[in-house]
């Protein structure tokens, strides 16, 4: 039986392993998927280790950034967004890095919520790693504009200037927004806090307005709140994009796309059952 963990610390939250677990049972594959909890000071020696025997693997914080230096191989997207989610032992024993995340996002919007995001006006909160992973599958779809808003605006221009070949993005402090926009994604970690980014409510506009948070929890999160109240045309958390960058991971190490609809329903239906 395939081998596959998912790498993290702390990682005991984690839930990859009923997600990856369903996608196996769902396709008929034979694979165990667990948890592992890296050492903060030696990831790369417990990763070498486990791939003596195991084939693939997931990658959550803080290791992303250390998964990558262990790569003997990056997809593209991998080395665009400088941080890796997904290893995968290929055939002549090499390790190849990936980063999901992007695709996951972009299917759970365009598949899952049925957004066309073409022409459309995108602002993203935040800067951070999160950010740099969406970017550049985001500007495939060719919006109008994409905004990247931050509270430390020069780490927002910073990541512009690196995308900006791709398509129209630009950097922006949050006061400075005021105009409503189609799509607010909102990539801070002020949700875990249980904060609100500094935004006006003016870029909200009722009916009009998609807003989605990369942060889940059993209850909508203060932003979720906030657009909701503000009457956005669509609220939506992260639960769909874990899902979605997990199917994507699963379709690179065993060559079949699962069903993800009826696992992000289970998932949905035991968050609320917690």
Partial sequence: MDQYVV???????????????????????DMAYSTLLAPL??????????????????????????AL???????????RAGAVNTLSKLADDTLQGDNTDGAGLVRDLTVNAGLALGGKRILILGAGGAVRGVLEPILALRPQSLVIANRTVEKAERLAQEFAELGPVAASGFAWLQEPV????????????????PIADSLVEPGRT????????????PFCRWASELG??????????LVEQAAEAFHGWRGVR?????????????????
Wanted: proline share 7%; aromatic share 6%.
């Fill in 7 to 29: 790498f993290g610390n702390p990682i005991g939250h984690s839930k990859s392993p009923l997600i990856q677990g369903l996608f196996a049972e769902q396709t008929g594959q």
């Fill in 41 to 66: 000071d030696d990831f790369s020696n417990c990763a070498l280790g486990f791939f003596k025997v195991g084939r693939g693997a997931n990658v959550t914080v803080p290791f992303k950034e250390q």
């Fill in 69 to 79: 230096q262990l790569c003997d191989s990056l997809t593209p997207r991998a080395r």
């Fill in 182 to 197: 189609d799509l607010i994604i909102n990539a801070t970690a002020a949700s875990l806090a249980g904060e609100l980014p």
């Fill in 210 to 221: 998609v807003c989605y948070d990369m942060m889940y929890g059993k209850e909508p999160t």
């Fill in 232 to 241: 956005a045309a669509q609220v939506l958390d992260g639960l769909g994009m």
């Fill in 258 to 274: 699962p069903q993800s609809a009826p696992v992000l329903a289970e998932l949905r239906r035991q968050l609320a059952a917690s």
